[in-house]
């Protein structure tokens, strides 16, 4: 396996062993960032760029999966495989999830995932949406959304489950909109909802399904900071740098002990929030909420 070691703007090539992130493995040069300072690894799944400096222990993981960023099958397990690993990994302190295209985020989940398949399948995938979030919310990272773009639903799922959310100003969109597509959010969606934003302006927002622009979702706390587009790498290195400085060991207790409820609740209550899942995306009636939905999409070129 190959890292790169950048220096001074020259990069070298070199074999060292570094993390396996799932079969598909193809290596790419990471993008350049303020990382690029020191010495910098990096490897890649297809859809999951990721570069870690290893003077500071701070990783980017770039979510790559064209047009969109949508969260199919194979970009939940390459996140999930890329979330373990970097948890695994001893030197690493802190993820930054960002877009490796600019301007979408993360568009949810896929929505062709949903749409005319068998209900075991329909569960089989929503396992994995649970699995990844587990990961991430559960992680004792310092995690950084860098959401340099729109971020619907699984996008804003994905948002909530890191410590922190930098947003990029501008005409983006952040919000959980399930139930415009007949979707309901499952319990530990909408209960991270109410911890940023309260329970009050959660309730409202996901009943009807809000996408917020990004000035309005800072007003609200659902994102803690907007800056312009081309900044949002830069400022959460710079923030992560800031909460790099608090003991690891005292910071990570005290996240868990605020997230081991909800982690818990959905570890005991995992196969019957599938079976919910299951049964009402499969629904005849939400199965044409959801062709309606695409047909709606595709409309707007
Ligand atoms: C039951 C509880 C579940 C709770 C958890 C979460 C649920 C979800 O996440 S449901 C998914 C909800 N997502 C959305 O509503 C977002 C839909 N997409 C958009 O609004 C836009 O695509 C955009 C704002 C994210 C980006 O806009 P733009 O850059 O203009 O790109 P296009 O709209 O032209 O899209 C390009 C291409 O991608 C297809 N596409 C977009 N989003 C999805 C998606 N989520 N799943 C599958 N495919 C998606 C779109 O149809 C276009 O396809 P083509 O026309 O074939 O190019």
């Given at each position: 396996m190959a890292t790169f070691i950048a220096s001074g703007g020259r990069v070298w090539r070199k074999f060292v062993k570094t993390f396996p992130l799932g079969s598909n493995l193809s290596l790419k040069r990471s993008p350049?960032?303020?990382?690029?300072?020191?010495r910098l690894s990096s490897t890649s799944s297809e859809n999951v760029l990721v570069s870690k400096d290893e003077k500071s222990g701070i990783a980017t993981v770039r979510m790559n999966?064209?047009?969109?960023?949508?969260?199919?099958t194979a970009l939940l397990l390459s996140l999930r495989s890329c979330f373990e690993e970097l948890e695994k990994?001893?030197?690493?302190?802190a993820l930054i999830l960002t877009s490796n295209?600019?301007?979408?985020?993360c568009a949810g989940l896929d929505i062709l995932e949903l749409y005319q398949k068998s209900p075991d399948y329909v569960g089989q995938f929503w396992e994995k949406v649970q699995d990844m979030w587990l990961s991430l919310y559960g992680s004792r990272l310092v995690t950084m959304a860098a959401i340099n773009g729109h971020s619907p639903a699984g996008g804003c799922l994905l948002s909530l489950a890191c410590d922190y959310r930098i947003m990029a100003e501008g005409n983006f969109v952040i919000g959980l909109n399930e139930t415009q597509l007949d979707l309901v959010a499952p319990f530990w969606l909408r209960q991270m909802m109410v911890d940023a934003i309260g329970y009050r302006q959660a309730e409202m927002a996901l009943m009807v399904g809000a996408l917020y622009p990004s000035n309005k979702a800072l007003q609200l706390g659902l994102v803690d900071k907007l800056v312009p587009i081309e900044d949002v790498q830069t400022v959460a290195e710079e923030e992560v740098k800031n909460w790099l400085k608090i003991p690891d060991q005292a910071r990570a207790i005290t996240k868990m002990a605020s997230r081991k409820p909800l982690l818990d609740e959905l570890r005991k209550r995992k196969q019957e929030d599938i079976q919910t899942f299951r049964d009402e995306t499969t629904r005849e009636s939400v199965q044409l909420s959801i062709q309606q939905y695409l047909d709606k999409l595709k409309a707007k070129k």
């Open positions: 350049t960032s303020a990382l690029a300072n020191g999966n064209p047009p969109v960023n949508s969260l199919n990994d001893k030197s690493c302190r295209k600019p301007k979408v985020f």
